[in-house]
């Protein structure tokens, strides 16, 4: 592949500004700088690359993890709080798509006062098979309570709670107390405000909102509020059903 196509693919500016930061000498491929547009690179998956000084791999699609802090929305047009993708690096934000929006898009939204593990990804099936709700991928939320949770309501979001916009009653997989006013609730669909909802139609109301887990896939400790990486195979096969 030519040097600048790849620049362009990974989100670098269109193919005459990847051209030119060839040309100007700001990349180099595995330690040796280009200046060759029309240059051809191995484009293997991981490929180590530079451009003006910042360390960069190749990656033919994007997977990534996302520490979401409060006051963010998962919006590319957000309405009152800044957007969770200015958290995101230009170059992902800008890899070209093939249909739809350019970039890397957030894979189901949480509230802008919600916090924990978001996914992104440019793989259109991959963000349909993490989002359908065919697919039941359990998530697993961290839920602070205004009251102390209760024995009874524990077992009614278990057995379910119907929600106003829904006559079917809607189940959490697992609830679990961890102590009296923190809940470890597990579901494996996504309604929207569907925690707080829950926890409200069984007497109660959430204080705190905290997404753990994804699937197999647990929040790092050391991936700071704030902070992406991208999903390596491990990762990704966290995520896969078992």
Known sequence: ??????????????????????????VSVEGVTLTDAAAEVDAREGLPFMVRGEAWAYHAKAYLMLHKPAGIECSQRPSAWPSVYTLLPAPLRQRPAKGGTDGVQAIGRLDQDTT?????????????????????????????GVHDFTPDQMRRLCDGVVLDDDPRPVRAAAAER?????????????KYHQVKRMVAAVGNR?????????????????????QWRWLDEGALALLRPA
């Open 1 to 26: 592949m030519e040097i600048q196509e790849l620049l362009y693919r990974q989100g670098f500016g269109t193919r005459r500004v990847c051209a030119g930061l060839v040309q100007q000498g700001y």
């Open 178 to 190: 961890v102590d009296e006013r923190h809940l470890r609730l597990t579901l494996t669909e996504g």
């Open 116 to 144: 924990g593990l978001l996914l992104l990804s440019d793989d259109g099936a991959f963000i349909h098979r993490m989002s359908s709700p065919k697919r039941h991928v359990p998530k697993v939320y961290e839920v602070q």
């Open 206 to 226: 959430v204080a705190g909102l905290h997404r753990s887990r994804i699937g197999g896939l647990a929040l790092p400790a050391d991936l700071a509020p704030g």
